[in-house]
């Protein structure tokens, strides 16, 4: 049973358009981390959130903007895609906020704007 | 905000070898700092962690040190094994955060 799951696994989009990448745990964890990793492999984090609330925001464009349902789900949606969007994108969780804790991280999501 | 910094980039060791990563941080309230094992084509996992009031950890033929008076970690791998060929991640914990090295390249030559 996978514990962090993302969907799709390969996301390939023009320039210009609105995309979403969606992220399920089932570890009972409240919070919920996006994490970007360049082409050089860089691991870079975009957001947090706790219990459906934002915790941590990273300077990232207004056009990332994730979406909580619930403490189980943290989608990510980016409008008007660009070329340097062109990444891995990991979503992970981890039991506590605090940031001293495991993260567990998802499969990824390689999107490729053309 | 933190800044750690990963040394190599990347290694290459001949299996049953010992492999060393080095990593320094800027931030001295940091308290956590976790290894990370990244293989191809999957998401980062944790192999081992270190917390500010411990020096060194060690699990089976993986350990890890920490000099907090110079703010540097270290991550050692004994007897190395081709399934030990991955990328590794240093982290350090602060501000709710993680902050990630630039990551090392491990190849296990057989």
């Known amino acids: 049973d996978t514990a962090v799951s993302q969907t799709p696994k390969y996301l390939v989009t023009q320039m210009g358009n609105d995309k979403s990448i969606k992220c399920e745990q089932n570890?009972?964890?409240?919070?919920m981390y996006w994490y970007k990793q360049d082409s050089k492999k860089f691991l870079k984090i975009m957001f947090s959130?706790?219990?459906?609330?934002?915790?941590i925001n990273e300077t990232v464009p207004n056009r990332f903007s994730p979406k909580s349902p619930d403490k189980a789900h943290l989608n990510l949606h980016i409008n008007s895609l660009e070329l340097g969007d062109s990444a891995v994108y990991f979503c992970?969780?981890?039991?506590?906020?605090?940031?001293?804790?495991?993260?567990?991280f998802g499969p990824g999501t390689r999107l490729t704007v053309l | 905000g933190e800044n750690v910094e990963q040394h190599p980039s990347t290694l290459s060791v001949q299996e049953g070898d010992s492999a060393v990563i080095k990593c320094t941080y800027s931030?001295?309230?940091?308290?956590?700092f976790p290894w990370y094992k990244q293989e191809l084509g999957k998401g980062p996992q944790l192999i081992i962690d270190?917390?500010?009031?411990?020096g060194e950890k060690k699990d089976q033929r993986i350990a890890v040190t920490l000099n907090k008076t110079a703010k540097h970690f270290s991550l050692h791998i004994t007897e190395t094994q081709p399934e030990d060929s991955a990328v590794y991640f240093c982290?350090?914990?602060?501000?709710?955060?993680?902050?990630f090295g630039a990551g090392t390249t491990v190849t296990v030559r057989a």
């Open positions: 570890l009972g964890h409240d919070t």
């Open positions: 931030d001295s309230a940091s308290n956590y």
């Open positions: 959130y706790n219990n459906k609330e934002l915790i």
């Open positions: 982290a350090a914990s602060s501000d709710y955060k993680l902050s």
């Open positions: 992970a969780s981890s039991h506590e906020t605090s940031g001293d804790n495991e993260q567990f």
């Open positions: 270190i917390r500010s009031n411990v």
